[in-house]
């Protein structure tokens, strides 16, 4: 069975643009391949945090994602710093990333340019990305279309690693492909073009129906519909519409198309339709999310199996690297 990668960052509760975006295609996918799914904190620590804070968010991440679909039973769930391998391979691969390539990341140079110290860690942050993937063997990275260059690097490594330390027509590392899927990228209830909750224009995936029915009902619209008899166009409401497309059957996704344009009904109605194919999809989740909150120790039972597992294959990564190595 091929393996997969992938990590998220630790930024608390889910929202719906990270669900449909990549939890959701995660927790269909964990059933195909063997999964292991990271919770990233030691990404975290390059931008200034407080610490109760990260912890805070670690563990409301972790158990969103069990509320969300993924399945201890089936995938292995985990936080990265409760696996110290993927540290450990990163210095090895300090050690044979190229210099170039770092500078080059897109990532890099546009955080440089904001930042007064630039500290280490932004530079070798894609290397510790790259040990991330390969500490499983990972042949594949689920990513969406403009993430496909972040695995080149990854690729290069591996290519490197195996050049130097692998014998000859036997690669050690896989040099990992994207797993392309079809992920929707959720525009902001506020129409920026990226939902994040620093813009505050998400909504949580834990949110009441009351949370979210007030954030639906003042999201933007098409500017065309200025009144309920003005006809629109689906295609400028890029966030309803594409929320439509997420959670609604597809009849109701054409009824939404044909209505808007004939102003059959109102933007209020479309949103009323939209909020109940959402809480249809929202309300088992949530009900997850509280029995968790219940019982905190199946978060925790999740997280120590999940990192029992990812050691087992962690370790065994680490003691061939470094037997090729000459590593004590
Ligand atoms: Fe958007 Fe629906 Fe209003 Fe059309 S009717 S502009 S799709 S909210």
Same mark, same amino acid.
């Given at each position: 069975?091929?393996?997969?990668? +992938? ?11 990270? $669900?449909? *975006? ?12 063997? +999964? $292991? ?15 109760? %804070? ?28 409760? /696996?110290?391998?993927? !540290? ?20 890099? @140079? ?14 070798? $942050? ?12 990972? =042949? ?13 690097? +990854?690729? /290069? ?11 000859? *027509? ?19 209830? %506020? ?5 994040? @909750?620093?813009?505050?224009? !998400?909504? *949580?995936?834990?949110?009441?129906? =009351? ?10 619209? %098409?500017?065309?519909?200025?009144? @309920?008899? =003005? ?26 198309? @044909?209505?808007?344009?004939?102003? +059959? ?33 199946? /978060?925790? %039972? ?14 065994? !990564? ?11």
């Amino acid at each position: 069975m091929s393996r997969i990668f +992938s990590g998220i960052q630790p930024s608390g509760e889910l929202h719906i643009g990270n $669900y449909l *975006g990549a939890v959701k295609n995660w927790a269909a996918l964990q059933s195909q391949y063997e +999964s $292991y799914f990271c919770v990233v904190d030691y990404h975290a620590i390059i931008a200034a945090y407080a610490p109760d %804070d990260l912890r805070r968010r670690t563990r409301e991440m972790a158990t969103s994602l069990l509320a969300a679909g993924i399945d201890p039973g089936r995938c292995a769930l985990f936080v990265q710093s409760r /696996v110290p391998e993927h !540290t450990e391979l990163q210095w090895i691969f300090n050690t044979i990333a190229p210099l170039g390539e770092l500078e080059r990341q897109t990532q890099f @140079k546009e955080k440089r340019e904001r930042q007064e110290q630039v500290m280490a860690g932004l530079l070798n $942050y894609p290397v510790l990305q790259a040990a991330d993937i390969l500490l499983y063997l990972a =042949d594949m990275v689920p990513v969406g279309e403009d993430q496909v260059q972040h695995l080149e690097l +990854s690729r /290069v490594i591996a290519r490197n690693w195996n050049a130097r330390f692998a014998p000859e *027509g036997a690669p050690y590392f896989p040099e990992p492909q994207p797993k392309l899927t079809k992920t929707r990228r959720i525009v902001g209830l %506020d129409g920026n073009a990226k939902m994040s @909750k620093s813009l505050n224009n !998400t909504i *949580g995936l834990l949110e009441t129906p =009351d949370e979210i029915w007030a954030k639906l009902r003042p999201a933007v619209t %098409d500017p065309a519909r200025v009144k @309920k008899t =003005d006809p629109g166009n689906p295609d400028n409401c890029r966030t309803i519409f594409e929320l439509h497309k997420a959670f609604s059957p597809e009849a109701t996704v054409t009824e939404v198309d @044909k209505n808007c344009r004939s102003a +059959s009904w109102g933007c209020v109605d479309c949103k009323k339709a939209l909020f109940e194919h959402m809480n249809a999809e929202l309300t088992p989740i949530r009900t997850r999310a509280q029995a968790f909150a219940e019982q905190p120790r199946l /978060v925790d %039972d999740a997280l120590d199996a999940g990192a029992e597992k990812a050691r087992t294959v962690a370790r065994q !990564t680490m003691a061939h690297v470094k037997d090729r190595m000459g590593i004590a």
